[in-house]
């Protein structure tokens, strides 16, 4: 997906840049080109050779290069790429990003470009929970700027916490994911200063220390519709049951296993400006987990299992007159009488819109790729075709971000 793909990396100066390397190397395995920036402080930490061996370009480091203004220009370094990726995002880089400052050829080009921009962090994890930093990543986040990262784990100056560099792999994946995306032509930061909460993946409830009571969901399209938001300039929390996915880059993940542990999560989350309700949330839990393994007597007798019903997470929200979020969009899934149900649904839970989708065995939409959808609202049913997960939320954001433009939610 990257092949063809044109990125401006800049490189930042921090004990991580030498990770650079590796990515440069993998970017241009993928067949895309990089043209590379350096800051001053990055040549105390990787040299300009080595970045221009691995890129097989020169590299650009001097605004006031008169050749390289007269061949190139700072200007045109930006408008020649289709990203621009600033990896290792230093503290002083950010500041300096999240202010407008333009003092060397890195911070020049990232005010001058009207490219998507993705920062991945990298710094000691004192810098990095500073208040001014995390001030810096909100204000970075509102302009639409990608965060990707920073992990946690040991750091070079001996500390631990988050911090380190993401992994080369992982900022390929954030950048593949932006820029192949289904949401090439949704552009901009569309939803920036936009809180998008998601509830996504199955819940789990235990019936005794070693055994529980779940369901079939991947969390996919909860985590699609994340990944869209954020891409959109979004601030995205996805309250998420347990899944194997991993975060989409920019959306911050709030695990929890059970009903009662994600309604909690959720409404210490409110108030948000859109809610959208995509888990698949067990109805019922045991009326007591058993404390000890529930064992077998020997007598062939076998425990019955007392349930009791689970609060419902889109109703509490959609009901509450106090915080109810500006959009609230609940999911119905539903193996007969699809539309009907979904009606009946947005009836009965008070959300505004319903997503509706067949999850018979047979489609494969439980843990697949792909989802056949049918949007209810206030004004009627649209039926979409069976498409991609991942074009089901691109559709499904844009049309969260028109009733914005509309002014109908604020
Ligand atoms: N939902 C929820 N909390 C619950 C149950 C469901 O928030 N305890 C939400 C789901 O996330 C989804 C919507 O309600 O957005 C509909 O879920 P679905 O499982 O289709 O419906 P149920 O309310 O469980 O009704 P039924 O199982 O009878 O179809």
Redesign the pocket.
């Known amino acids: 997906m990257l092949a063809g793909k044109r990125i401006l990396l800049i490189v930042g100066g921090g004990i991580a840049a030498y990770k650079c390397l590796e990515l440069i190397r993998r970017l241009r395995e993928r067949e895309a080109s990089v043209r590379v920036i350096m800051t001053a402080a990055a040549k105390q930490f990787v040299t300009p050779l080595s970045l221009a061996s691995l890129s097989g370009d020169k590299v650009y480091d001097d605004m006031f290069d008169l050749t390289d203004e007269t061949e190139i220009g700072h200007i045109q370094l930006s408008r020649d790429a289709d990203i621009l990726m600033v990896a290792p995002a230093t503290a002083d880089l950010m500041a300096k990003m999240a202010t407008g400052q333009c003092s060397d050829l890195a911070t020049t080009c990232l005010l001058a470009t009207d490219k998507p921009v993705m920062i991945a962090p990298a710094m000691n994890v004192r810098m990095w929970e500073h208040a001014a930093t995390q001030r810096n990543l909100e204000i970075l986040r509102s302009d639409g700027v990608h965060v990707v990262g920073p992990n946690e784990g040991d750091m070079a100056c001996g500390e631990y916490g988050p911090g380190r560099l993401a992994e080369p792999a992982e900022i390929i994946e954030a950048l593949s994911a932006r820029l192949g995306s289904p949401l090439d032509d949704l552009e901009g930061p569309r939803l920036a200063g936009k809180t998008i909460l998601i509830?996504a993946g199955p819940?789990q409830e235990p019936i005794d220390p070693v055994r529980y009571i779940a369901n079939r969901s991947s969390g996919k399209q909860g985590y699609a519709i994340g990944a869209v938001a954020a891409n959109l300039g979004a601030r995205v929390i996805i309250v998420s049951g347990p899944t194997r996915l991993d975060p989409p880059p920019g959306a911050e993940v709030i695990p929890v296993e059970t009903?009662e542990e994600?309604?909690k999560a959720v409404q210490d989350e409110m108030p948000v400006d859109v809610g959208?309700?995509?888990?698949?949330?067990?109805?019922w839990r045991t009326a007591g987990a058993s404390e000890q393994k529930i064992k077998k007597d020997g007598s062939g007798h076998v425990p019955a299992l007392e349930l009791t019903?689970?609060?419902?997470?889109?109703?509490?929200?959609a009901k509450d007159k106090k915080n109810r979020p500006g959009l609230v969009?609940?999911?119905?899934?539903?193996t007969e009488n699809v539309v009907e149900?979904?009606k009946a649904?947005l009836e009965?839970?008070g959300?505004d819109w319903?997503?509706?989708n067949d999850?018979s065995p047979s489609t494969g939409v439980m843990g697949g790729d792909e989802n056949t959808v049918h949007l209810v609202t206030s004004d009627g049913v649209e039926n979409w075709p069976q498409m991609a997960k991942s074009d089901v939320a691109a559709r499904l954001v844009d049309r969260i971000c028109n009733e914005l433009d509309e002014g109908v939610w604020t």
């Open positions: 509830t819940t009903a994600m309604l959208i309700f995509a888990a698949a949330v067990s109805d019903e689970n609060p419902d997470i889109l109703a509490t929200i969009i609940g999911f119905a899934a539903e149900n979904a649904k009965r839970k959300c319903v997503v509706a999850v």
